[in-house]
């Protein structure tokens, strides 16, 4: 089951995949600027670049950043970087992790981050079925086999607890970045994020799709994240970054097929019609009915209490279990309250 985080080196490599795919861990690191000039900010992400971004570097393209105040590189990355030890250490001041139950049990593990954005309002992390065995519900797992990856069997025990399901009524097996086990009947259910749609091309119409938040596990994903120390000492560099990163991804919004030209432009890698395809994905996660509320970017001291309380409750955290204000902070997001709501 779970992976035991008996060490701060277990919990970095076990949380380089929480939410069930590869994480894309970001880290923005900070260099003092002259007077007048813009901070320079080095973005460098933890595996390669992809639409996770396309909101960073639209703000770059269209010099949202630069009438901030901020100058900044992105650097993609790759498996061996190590994104919350790289924050942590100060070899970077800002980070991004795909979910946020990788700050919680970081810092029930002793390193000092904390939450202070969620790019996307609403987790797209999945469980994926056919209409042969169509799961559409919690209770419908129930004798049926599921497909998840290692370090996501923490939010099947999430979602059995929360729906009152015993783990015994349900047999798990691990899965890897395919949807093989679910096309070829080893397993009924198989997991990953709605906005790899590439992958979920190969499940055809027949798809049923029942996503962790609606199930009652409602986490984050993308989110920010940074030390106490840079929170207390450098905020001002923070909130810059959110005010042409909230511009980047309402321009995106506005401008969809523009946002992919510009995202396959920087990244020729990239396959455009993929991009095309996965882009309504990524901004309806990025836009929900609550960033009318909170704006771009925001999150509930309600919503991380929940997320404590559920993993706490699982016996998750290692170390002492971590209050709220420990993970999250709301300041960021109250100082550009102005920017970030006119974009949501």
Do not use: C
């Not at 029942?210 to 409602?218: A, P, V």
């Amino acid at each position: 089951m779970p992976h035991s985080l008996k060490t701060r080196r277990e919990f970095l490599q076990a949380a380089a995949a929480v939410g069930g795919l590869a994480v894309t861990h970001s880290l923005i690191g900070v260099t003092p600027a002259m007077t007048q000039s813009p901070a320079k900010v080095g973005m460098q992400l933890g595996w390669l670049a992809s639409n996770g971004i396309l909101g960073e570097v639209v703000a770059i393209k269209k010099g949202f950043y630069a009438e901030e105040g901020v100058e900044l590189e992105i650097t993609p990355g790759g498996p061996n970087i190590d994104g919350v030890g790289g924050v942590a250490a100060g070899q970077r001041t800002l980070g991004q992790t795909s979910s946020s139950p990788s700050v919680m049990l970081a810092r029930s593990a002793g390193i000092p981050i904390k939450a202070f954005a969620a790019g996307y309002q609403k987790h797209p992390f999945t469980y994926f079925s056919l209409e042969n065995a169509a799961i559409r519900e919690p209770k419908d797992m129930i004798g049926k086999t599921i497909a998840t990856q290692p370090t996501a069997f923490i939010l099947l025990r999430a979602l059995l607890a929360k729906n009152g399901i015993a783990e015994d009524q349900v047999t798990v097996v691990n899965m890897g970045s395919d949807m093989n086990q679910l096309i070829t009947g080893q397993a009924q259910a198989v997991t990953g994020w709605l906005t790899n749609t590439n992958a979920l091309k190969v499940l055809g119409a027949d798809r049923v799709d029942m996503m962790l938040w609606d199930t009652g596990i409602q986490l984050y994903a993308n989110v920010y994240f940074a030390t106490d120390k840079t929170l207390t000492e450098t905020p001002d560099v923070l909130e810059k970054f959110v005010r042409g990163s909230a511009r980047g991804w309402g321009y995106a919004k506005e401008h969809p097929e523009e946002a992919v030209e510009i995202l396959v432009e920087t990244y020729p890698n990239l396959d455009k019609a993929s991009e095309l395809d996965a882009v309504g994905p990524v901004l309806d996660f990025s836009f929900r009915d609550t960033t009318k509320e909170h704006g771009w970017g925001g999150m509930t001291r309600e919503n991380w209490t929940a997320q404590v309380d559920t993993y706490a409750s699982l016996d998750q955290f290692k170390g002492a279990v971590p209050t709220v204000d420990d993970v999250m902070t709301l300041a960021i997001l109250e100082a550009t309250a102005d920017i970030r709501k006119k974009v949501g």
